[in-house]
């Protein structure tokens, strides 16, 4: 069982390039997360997804955009990279709280460590 | 508005000796209250959970945690150190917003160092 699996881990961008990081999942979650890690600041929500072709804003959407066209992928694009978006980028998802009853948690993936220049 | 806190950026702690971890929360109704475990260049892993119930949550790797809703607190323990615990530890706090989203609010990570 894979779990939450990103792709690529590595990657160095130039300014201005466009990307896509790219979210499997394959516990049949509902809900899909991205994430971004920077030194000092937690984790920070960038988009979630309640559901197959639905998306919404997180804490820090500016300069992304996602798309959730099946329920167990989830990807996240940058359309013209800035060196702000240098840092590691996580994935998760998990059940509703309405399916079990009670609080889940997260399950992550690997991450993806991202370098704009 | 949801929020958690990590006072401390680091702790170091001997092989041997039991460990403290901190966090505090804010939220608006009933919190559920998560740690996680980030070893170099992995994802989060998940160690324990608050729900309801008992205020001493066990977990993963002989973790504990105490929920203390009058100091909001969910301090991380652990008896006894061992120096594969060194690792960024992350405290989460769930909520739910009007879609019934678990929205997931995290600290800032404390960096545990133990030393033989």
């Known amino acids: 069982n894979a779990g939450v699996t990103q792709t690529p881990k590595f990657r160095v961008l130039k300014t201005g390039q466009s990307m896509t990081l790219l979210c499997a999942q394959d516990m049949n979650h509902e809900y899909m997360y991205w994430y971004r890690q920077d030194p000092g600041m937690g984790l920070r929500l960038i988009h979630y997804?309640?559901?197959?072709?639905?998306?919404a804003k997180g804490e820090v959407p500016d300069g992304y955009n996602v798309s959730r066209l099946k329920k167990q992928n989830f990807l996240l694009g940058l359309e013209s990279a800035a060196p702000s978006q240098t840092s590691v980028y996580f994935c998760a998802s998990s059940y509703p709280t309405r399916m079990t009853g009670v609080g889940t948690e997260a399950f992550f993936g690997q991450g993806t460590r991202l370098t704009v220049v | 508005a949801q929020s958690v806190a990590q006072p401390e950026d680091q702790v170091n702690v001997a092989e041997g000796n039991p460990l403290t971890v901190k966090c505090t929360y804010s939220?608006?109704?009933?919190?559920?209250l998560f740690w996680y475990v980030q070893y170099p260049n992995r994802g989060l892993q998940f160690l324990l959970k608050y729900i309801t119930g008992d205020n001493l949550v066990k977990g993963s790797y002989g973790f504990e945690a105490e929920f203390n809703k009058s100091q909001t607190s969910f301090h991380l323990k652990k008896p006894s150190a061992l120096v594969s615990d060194s690792a960024l530890y992350f405290c989460?706090?769930?909520?739910?917003?009007?879609?019934?989203?678990?929205?997931?609010?995290f600290g800032s990570g404390t960096k545990l160092n133990v030393k033989p």
């Open positions: 989460a706090v769930s909520s739910r917003s009007r879609y019934n989203f678990n929205k997931f609010y």
């Open positions: 939220v608006s109704g009933n919190p559920y």
């Open positions: 997804s309640v559901g197959e072709g639905t998306t």
